[in-house]
């Protein structure tokens, strides 16, 4: 059984950064893109951020790109999401989820291709 457990969340003043991390159990994260959603209260849950189970290849949401980045530590089972310039719109729950793919390179963005999610982690920043 495949557990993710986010932490690093929290209250920060806009322009803050926060990073956040998720670590994985049961199984080796080195099988498995990664990626990082958010869910706001009302809203859908959208994608922010994946990577490739190589750590080759990234892809951003539009609204966090040049702000977030996601990045991942094999030997540690653990991929981060570093997030800066911090915005009040960036509050949200965040997730962190796991593809089970054969493929190195791919990078998923769509909720439906991943086969675990974490509880998430609240980060709330304010104006």
């Known amino acids: 059984q495949v557990q993710l457990v986010e932490s690093g969340g929290g209250l920060v003043q806009a322009g803050g950064s926060l990073r956040l991390s998720c670590e994985v159990f049961?199984?080796?994260?080195?099988?498995?893109?990664m990626g990082w959603f958010r869910q706001a209260p009302g809203k859908e849950r959208d994608f922010v951020a994946g990577?490739?189970?190589?750590?080759?290849?990234?892809v951003y949401a539009d609204s966090v790109k040049g702000r977030f980045t996601i990045s991942r530590d094999n030997a540690k089972n653990t991929v981060y999401l570093q997030m800066s310039t911090l915005k009040p719109e960036d509050t949200a729950v965040y997730y962190c989820?796991?593809?089970?793919?054969?493929?190195?390179?791919?990078?998923?963005?769509?909720?439906?291709?991943?086969?675990?999610w974490g509880q998430g982690t609240q980060v709330t920043v304010s104006s």
């Open positions: 989820a796991a593809n089970l793919t054969p493929f190195r390179g791919v990078v998923s963005t769509g909720p439906r291709s991943y086969d675990y």
């Open positions: 049961g199984r080796t994260v080195s099988n498995y893109g």
């Open positions: 990577i490739s189970r190589s750590g080759s290849d990234t």
